[in-house]
């Protein structure tokens, strides 16, 4: 997994998942399943694609990196949305 001195905060929470404890979560279980691609995203969309590929693939090393891709994508790009999404889950 390729690691990044830079990140806004968003960025660097989604890539540090830690449990209610600020525990660590089990890693494998994040790789399992990644995190959610945002509908009508042409860009989540084809992460979601090779993921699946991956995964059918069974390969794990392709998947986490695609994980990873995407959760950057999602902190580049989907950080407002996924903002207010957290924030009405909270409402
Ligand atoms: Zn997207």
Do not use: W, Y
Request: hydrophobic fraction near 35%; aromatic fraction near 2%; proline fraction near 7%.
């Amino acid at each position: 997994m390729a690691k990044t001195t830079q990140g806004t905060p968003e960025e660097l929470a989604l890539m540090t998942p830690t449990g209610s404890q600020g525990v660590p979560l089990d890693l494998s279980l994040v790789f399992e399943t990644g995190p959610e691609p945002m509908p009508n995203c042409a860009e989540c969309a084809m992460h979601r694609v090779e993921r699946e590929r991956a995964k059918a693939c069974g390969d794990g090393s392709k998947r986490s990196d695609i994980n990873v891709r995407l959760r950057r994508h999602l902190a580049d790009k989907h950080a407002a949305e996924l903002e207010a999404e957290h924030a009405a889950e909270h409402a």
